[in-house]
């Protein structure tokens, strides 16, 4: 079969990459970084499931705010988490 120069020299750079070493240590890095990506889902997966739900965290929010503990420090440093796990629980991320 007779190719156009332009297709010919595509094929032969085509070629030369799939044996080139640079394509392999690429590839490899991107199967370490795929399961990299697993095992940070997996570790997602397992601290989403400690986050109180919806109701819970309602409930305690109503039950730490300062204004129910006139205003102490431990009243406002639970409240300082309990706004950072809603926050938290608003971005949930499905997997």
Same mark, same amino acid.
């Given at each position: 079969m007779?190719? @156009?120069? $332009? @297709?010919?020299?595509?094929?032969?750079?085509?070629?030369?990459?799939?044996? %080139? $070493? *640079?394509? &392999?240590?690429?590839? *490899?890095?991107?199967?370490?970084? *795929?399961?990299? /990506?697993?095992?940070?889902? &997996?570790?997602? &997966?397992?601290?989403?499931?400690?986050?109180?739900?919806? /109701?819970?965290?309602?409930?305690l929010?109503? @039950?730490?705010?300062?204004?129910?503990?006139?205003? %102490? *420090? &431990? %009243?406002?440093?639970?409240?300082?988490?309990?706004?950072?796990?809603?926050?938290?629980?608003?971005r949930?991320?499905?997997?």
């Amino acid at each position: 079969m007779t190719r @156009c120069v $332009p @297709c010919w020299r595509a094929e032969q750079l085509a070629k030369a990459w799939d044996q %080139s $070493p *640079e394509k &392999a240590r690429l590839v *490899e890095r991107i199967r370490e970084l *795929e399961r990299e /990506r697993e095992a940070l889902r &997996a570790q997602l &997966a397992n601290v989403t499931a400690l986050l109180p739900d919806d /109701r819970t965290l309602r409930r305690l929010i109503q @039950c730490a705010h300062p204004d129910r503990h006139q205003n %102490s *420090e &431990a %009243s406002k440093l639970a409240m300082q988490w309990l706004n950072q796990v809603r926050r938290l629980t608003d971005r949930r991320v499905t997997t």
